[in-house]
């Protein structure tokens, strides 16, 4: 749409605010659509009954007559649409009717549109709506029910293109009626595509108004063979001072990498509020760096102590032998804005540890202060309202005992906690991270700021995020679709039932987001979803040890193990996120029994294999099932789970030790056929525990991730294949 015309569609909107309207009438509205090239019945406005017959007059019957009232917007609600008008004295006929009805009679009636009827056609409702995080959203369904009561619709982020509404209708449970049913006839999908992307495209009405329009509804569509008419349309107005693109002033921002270097691996650290008398918050973070081994200057801050925790002290950010790289802040909040002031160009990124601040209701003047005096003095603020950060690059920690061997797994979490959660939990089932920045209120540095540092980061292979409030969701939408979206990343959000968005708005002041749109973006870009911690760990461990394959996505799998129960249940398991576990056939079928397994052996898929049969030279007979099946059954990905119980008291060589041998060599002969996965099951006794972590370390040694049961392994090879078909799509692009 050029310039013109742009201005053309904002002129009428202009006049509508003139006017003092909140929304578009029928007419204004059906002319927007015009302006971008969406076909609607010819009609006009009438004053009168008269007016009303002697337009009829000059338009085709059959008609449609509606009702024109700025306090009507659900025109069929008040009785205010009257359809299958023959002639020109059934229009006036039916005016008269609608006048007589109490709404309508109620409200200040400015007219009646009259047009002509839309021939019969399958009914469809295009919508958009501006979500508050992530701005305009279009929405599809079919119409009547299964819109009003089946809830039968897609949602994307706008924009969207041509291959974005193919899939959003293939979504809808009704689809196939767009196709033809019981002898209707099929309608011309290309043209309902086509008017999607004129609605929500790159260059369409809902990004070409983007502050201009909060709510759009064109109910109904009316599709046919013929191809596609909005019968009714419906805009409402973004408030004039809602939207009125003015920007908090951002600081310069640099490249990623470079704006974050001093953050993963600091030089020198500075820590606010460590006491000479108390074992504070921050004496704790010192004496944690340096048993993690931070190997660079740590300066404590304080206005009157020589020395804190054995280090020299200072009486402020601007007095450090050297400017400091990253600053712990955990002092008074109305104390922060002046002490980052204070810096004056010698502190790179400060971590506010403190909270009082945007949480709270009196804390958010506060929080612009903070802002405003930080930026004055050159300073990135991470926070406030969080706990630390975690590198072992940078030799920086905020929690006891974590690990600090360099992983490859970059984490992003608003909320301190849980973050402690995620390392640690994280930590005994095999996930090596590349860092962790908890970041609180993200007042300052935002999580699509640290998300492009890790997608840029040669050391982080996969991302994870809890997110409460995205802060810059266009921005961080933007980033997900941009080339430099080239990792997997996994999201656990809080808050998104109401009751979870209103503990997120207490916890760090959190915008209320719909949840329709985090859907839509797992649809649109590299990142799945998850509900829990556990299947947030589980997800990134499977990320961490295998290799994305974009052109091969996960669906088929060979589920391998001891238990016939186990297994019927886990190929439901796996039925139910999508996957399939199918039995064999042909040359990997005979292979598999010309093995002459012991009885009670099944190798059909699932490959059922009693403890008997595991132990069968002592263990390596795995290697021999598993060659078959990577030759010639050539999965996708290989899930075997192990009852640890079944074993004990089974005889004296381990053949899961061996198992680990079996699977290195195999995975060596066979490259990039299929991912493995192991799940090993307990009774929950301490020695059985403790023996899964010793085979869980083994693992892990030779990249293979291990769950604690065959559910999580199920769902985590789900979303491996998720993120592998959104890869495959995005590099298609």
């Not at 009303?52 to 449609?64: E, S």
């Not at 712990?328 to 204070?342: C, K, M, N, S, T």
Request: charged share 25%; proline share 5%.
């Amino acid at each position: 749409m050029n310039t013109h015309e742009i201005n053309n569609a904002a002129a009428l909107i202009a006049k509508a605010r003139a006017e003092g309207r909140a929304a578009l009438d029928e007419s204004a509205g059906k002319a927007l659509l015009a302006r971008f090239g969406i076909r609607s019945p010819r009609s006009a406005v009438a004053a009168t009954v008269a007016e009303a017959k002697a337009i009829a007059g000059k338009l085709t019957p059959p008609f449609v007559a509606k009702v024109v009232s700025p306090d009507i917007l659900h025109k069929s609600d008040a009785g205010g649409v009257a359809l299958h008008l023959a002639d020109a004295q059934a229009v006036g006929a039916a005016i008269e009717a609608m006048q007589a009805k109490p709404k309508i009679a109620a409200a200040h009636v400015e007219g009646w549109l009259i047009e002509e009827m839309i021939p019969a056609g399958r009914e469809v409702v295009v919508g958009g709506f501006r979500d508050p995080q992530f701005g305009q959203m279009i929405m599809v369904g079919l119409g009547g029910i299964f819109v009003e009561i089946l809830k039968d619709v897609s949602f994307r982020i706008c924009p969207i293109d041509a291959q974005d509404a193919r899939a959003m209708l293939a979504e809808l449970k009704g689809h196939e009626l767009l196709k033809g049913a019981r002898g209707e006839a099929g309608v011309d999908e290309d043209a309902l595509v086509d008017l999607m992307v004129r609605i929500g495209g790159e260059n369409g009405l809902l990004m070409s108004l983007a502050d201009e329009i909060a709510e759009a509804d064109l109910n109904p569509v009316i599709v046919s063979a013929h191809g596609a008419m909005a019968a009714d349309a419906r805009f409402l107005l973004t408030p004039e001072d809602g939207f009125d693109g003015a920007q908090d002033e951002t600081a310069p921002r640099l490249p990623a990498l470079q704006a974050f270097e001093p953050l993963f691996e600091p030089k020198t650290v500075a820590v606010l509020g460590a006491s000479t008398k108390d074992v504070a918050i921050a004496n704790t973070f010192i004496r944690r760096l340096k048993d993690f081994g931070y190997g660079g200057a740590i300066y404590p801050i304080h206005p009157s102590a020589s020395e804190i925790e054995g280090c020299r002290a200072y009486p402020s950010l601007a007095s450090t032998p050297e400017p400091v790289d990253y600053a712990y802040v955990a002092i008074g909040a109305q104390r922060i804005p002046d002490a980052l002031a204070e810096a004056d160009g010698r502190c790179r990124i400060a971590q506010v540890i403190s909270s009082g601040f945007g949480e709270v209701e009196e804390g958010r003047e506060l929080e612009k202060e903070l802002l405003r005096k930080a930026r004055g003095a050159g300073v990135r603020v991470i926070g406030p309202n969080c706990l630390g950060t975690y590198s072992p690059r940078g030799g920086l920690t905020f929690p006891s005992g974590a690990p600090k061997e360099v992983g490859h797994v970059g984490v992003i979490a608003q909320s301190g906690g849980l973050s402690t959660d995620i390392i640690k939990r994280g930590q005994w089932r095999g996930l090596r991270f590349s860092g962790l920045v908890t970041i609180g209120n993200s007042a300052d540095v935002t999580p699509h700021e640290l998300l492009e540092y890790y997608f840029a980061d040669r050391q982080t292979r996969a991302i994870g995020l809890y997110i409460e409030d995205v802060k810059e969701g266009r921005a961080f939408f933007e980033l997900l679709r941009s080339p430099l979206a080239t990792k997997p990343v996994v999201i656990l959000k809080g808050g998104r039932s109401s009751q979870g968005r209103l503990a997120a708005a207490s916890h760090t002041g959190a915008l209320a987001g719909d949840d329709k749109a985090w859907d839509a973006l797992t649809k649109q870009t590299p990142v799945v979803l998850v509900s829990t911690v556990d299947a947030f760990i589980d997800t990134l461990l499977a990320l961490q040890h295998l290799q994305l394959r974009p052109s091969k996505p996960t669906r088929a799998v060979t589920l391998f193990g001891n238990g016939g129960g186990s297994s019927v249940l886990g190929t439901d398991t796996f039925a139910s996120v999508g996957l399939d576990v199918s039995p064999y056939s042909g040359t990997a079928r005979s292979l598999l029994e010309n093995l002459r397994l012991p009885p009670g052996t099944s190798v059909a898929n699932p490959i059922d294999t009693p403890v008997r049969t595991l132990q069968e030279r002592d263990g390596f007979v795995a290697g021999e099932i598993l060659d078959i099946v990577y030759e010639h059954a050539r999965p996708d990905a290989i899930a075997m789970h192990l009852n640890l119980a079944a074993f004990v008291g089974r005889g004296t060589v381990d053949p899961i030790d061996n198992l680990f041998l079996v699977v290195a060599q195999a995975q060596t002969a066979w490259p990039g056929i299929a991912h493995f996965a192991l799940a090993l099951r307990t009774d929950g006794s301490a020695e059985l525990d403790e023996r899964r972590r010793h085979y869980r370390e083994k693992a892990r040694e030779i990249g293979v991730p291990v769950f604690d049961e065959i559910a999580p392994m199920a769902l985590a090879l789900a979303n491996v294949g998720h993120l592998e078909r959104r890869l495959a799509a995005k590099a298609g692009e």
